[in-house]
């Protein structure tokens, strides 16, 4: 990256790991260490690098079964990435200020963003389209989390 790294994440199936990483140089990047060794991440290539916002990007996630990457922007949009060859698969539209925060559902095929319009939107993975918008922040949400294992599974908002 040429800018700051402003977010970073880790695959989470054992059979092919990964890290990826995105910064304020409006890039996303995709490192994969050497086989079968963490020990030297000295090793660790750069898969591709794609430019993937118009603006500064806040954050990125990798979905639980490591086919898909969803970055945040100060562009106010989210996309949607597929994993293994960084193809844009969607773009979330609907925010009137910057993503801070976007996370793929544990249990479902959907993602949850939170933004700087004081929102938190939850979208359709198989159309890229909003089924709801949570609302009644009076400033930004920076962060958003789907928590599991209550009564009832619910989203957090923090």
Sequence with gaps: HTGAVSGVAWSHLPENIFLVSVSSDLTLKLWQPAKNNLQKLRKTKCVYTIKAHEKDINCVTVSPNDRFIITGSLD???????????????????????IWSA??????????????????????????????????HSASVLNCQFYLGGPSDRIVLR
């Design 76 to 98: 106010k949009t989210a996309k949607i990435w597929a994993a293994d060859k960084g193809n844009l698969l969607g773009v979330l539209r609907g925010h009137k200020r910057g």
């Design 103 to 136: 996370r793929f559902s544990p249990v479902d095929q959907c993602v949850l963003t939170s933004s700087g319009d004081a929102l938190l939107k939850l979208w359709k993975l198989s159309d890229y389209t909003c089924i709801r918008t949570y609302e009644g």
